[in-house]
């Protein structure tokens, strides 16, 4: 198997992505890739208290990522690699051209925001970032859960699916 998601969510580790997604996936692993918090040890026990412990967990930095994204992908269980926001995706991204589709998940109400789908509010800068990332040849797409459609980026930015 591998890396077989690729998401961004504000909220990281939570239901939604342990049963929603790491269920009907069959999620073996997760990598968040956040620079705090794969130096912060206490706010890694509160992820490790949100996912089954048969599921593994790594917490690493975008560099780490970059460096261990082979072994990820070589791993013969199925894996979903987490940002919390899409600055850090497009590092990654950038760092690991091997890295194609990025599905956009749970991106809340912050100021400067303007909704475009129920689950995805995003800021001018936010929204040319993603355009960036999709001009560099990344399939960027919403999803907020399996069953639901894919939204393709261009979707998103209109704000098609805001009911």
Request: charged fraction near 25%; glycine fraction near 8%; charge should be negative.
């Given at each position: 198997?591998?890396?077989?998601?690729?998401?961004?969510?504000?909220?990281?580790?939570?239901?939604q992505v342990v049963v929603g997604w790491g269920q009907?996936?069959?999620?073996?692993?997760?990598?968040?890739v956040?620079?705090?918090?794969?130096e912060a040890e206490?706010?890694?026990?509160?992820?490790?208290?949100?996912?089954?412990?048969?599921?593994?967990?790594?917490?690493?930095?975008?560099?780490?990522?970059?460096q261990r994204l082979a072994d990820y992908q070589a791993d013969p269980r199925v894996g979903m690699?987490?940002?919390?926001?899409?600055?850090?995706?497009?590092?990654?991204?950038?760092?690991?051209?091997?890295?194609?589709?990025?599905t956009i998940g749970g991106l809340h109400m912050k100021p400067g925001r303007v909704?475009?789908?129920?689950?995805v509010f995003l800021?001018?800068?936010?929204?040319?970032?993603?355009?960036?990332m999709a001009a560099r040849g990344l399939t960027v797409v919403a999803q907020d859960v399996p069953s639901a459609p894919v939204t393709p980026l261009d979707a998103v930015l209109r704000g098609d699916g805001t009911a």
């Amino acid at each position: 198997m591998t890396l077989e998601l690729l998401r961004i969510d504000d909220r990281l580790i939570h239901g939604q992505v342990v049963v929603g997604w790491g269920q009907p996936c069959e999620i073996g692993f997760f990598v968040l890739v956040d620079d705090a918090i794969a130096e912060a040890e206490w706010e890694q026990e509160l992820y490790r208290m949100g996912t089954p412990p048969e599921k593994a967990i790594a917490f690493v930095t975008v560099d780490q990522a970059v460096q261990r994204l082979a072994d990820y992908q070589a791993d013969p269980r199925v894996g979903m690699l987490l940002t919390g926001d899409i600055e850090t995706m497009d590092r990654l991204t950038s760092a690991a051209p091997s890295l194609r589709h990025v599905t956009i998940g749970g991106l809340h109400m912050k100021p400067g925001r303007v909704q475009r789908m129920r689950f995805v509010f995003l800021s001018p800068e936010e929204e040319a970032r993603l355009q960036a990332m999709a001009a560099r040849g990344l399939t960027v797409v919403a999803q907020d859960v399996p069953s639901a459609p894919v939204t393709p980026l261009d979707a998103v930015l209109r704000g098609d699916g805001t009911a």
